[in-house]
């Protein structure tokens, strides 16, 4: 059974840093897609950062230059860095492994104080 777990949300000042940690367990692969994904109360939720096969990156529009993904393969671990934090931001992170019909961790909650 596959697994999904986040870490590392938490509240901090606008300008600050966070980083999010998410392991997936339980059959995932290095062929599944993994990512960031984030919704914030009253909107849908929306892509952050991904990572597919192969090592290639995409970033939503209003993270690139402030948020860095990056996966461990041999242990199915993604992070995601996050600095420069905007009030904007604020939002629940979910992580995700295999696309948005694959599996989906219970989210975290990021708080940006302005």
């Known amino acids: 059974q596959v697994r999904v777990v986040e870490s590392g949300g938490g509240l901090v000042q606008a300008g600050g840093s966070l980083s999010l940690s998410c392991v997936a367990s339980?059959?995932?692969?290095?062929?599944?897609?993994m990512g960031w994904y984030r919704q914030a109360p009253g909107k849908q939720r929306e892509l952050v950062a991904i990572?597919?096969?192969?090592?290639?990156?995409s970033y939503a529009d209003s993270v690139k230059g402030r948020f860095t993904i990056s996966r461990d393969n041999a242990r199915n671990i993604i992070v995601l860095q996050m600095n420069n934090l905007r009030a904007e931001d604020t939002a629940t992170y979910y992580c995700?492994?295999?696309?948005?019909?694959?599996?989906w961790g219970q989210g975290t909650r990021v708080t940006i104080s302005s």
């Open positions: 995700n492994a295999g696309g948005p019909d694959g599996h």
């Open positions: 339980g059959g995932i692969s290095s062929v599944y897609a």
């Open positions: 990572t597919r096969p192969g090592g290639r990156v």
